[in-house]
Nanobody, 121 residues
Framework: QVQLVESGGGLVQAGDFLRLSCEAS????????MGWFRQTPGKEREFVAA????????FYTDSVNGRFSISRDNAKNTVSLYMSSLKPEDTAVYYC??????????????WGKGTLVIVSS
């Protein structure tokens, strides 16, 4: 069983930056694609960003492309999401996810419990 624990959420102003981190348990982290999703009340969870097992490939949803950056450290079993130029519409609970495969075009096997990001205008 893999556990994913997010940290770094908080209240920021529009235009600020924030860095989310996710630490994974287990010894399969370096073999799996990782991702970040977000959800607001009344809406479905949506994809934000993902990174392949070796960090060589990343993908972003259009609304964050150019503002957010995903990275990983396989030696520390962590994946991070650097968020800049934050907008009020980025307000959400952000979830860390581990994919079944090495990339991010498959099933998410594990989810974290989420960390809340609030961006005030």
């Amino acid at each position: 069983q893999v556990q994913l624990v997010e940290s770094g959420g908080g209240l920021v102003q529009a235009g600020d930056f924030l860095r989310l981190s996710c630490e994974a348990s287990g010894d399969s982290f370096s073999l799996r694609g990782m991702g970040w999703f977000r959800q607001t009340p009344g809406k479905e969870r949506e994809f934000v960003a993902a990174i392949s097992w070796n960090g060589f490939s990343t993908f972003y949803t259009d609304s964050v492309n150019g503002r957010f950056s995903i990275s990983r450290d396989n030696a520390k079993n962590t994946v991070s999401l650097y968020m800049s130029s934050l907008k009020p519409e980025d307000t959400a609970v952000y979830y860390c996810a581990q994919y079944y495969g090495q990339r991010y075009d498959g099933t998410v096997n594990y989810w974290g419990k989420g960390t809340l990001v609030i961006v005030s205008s």
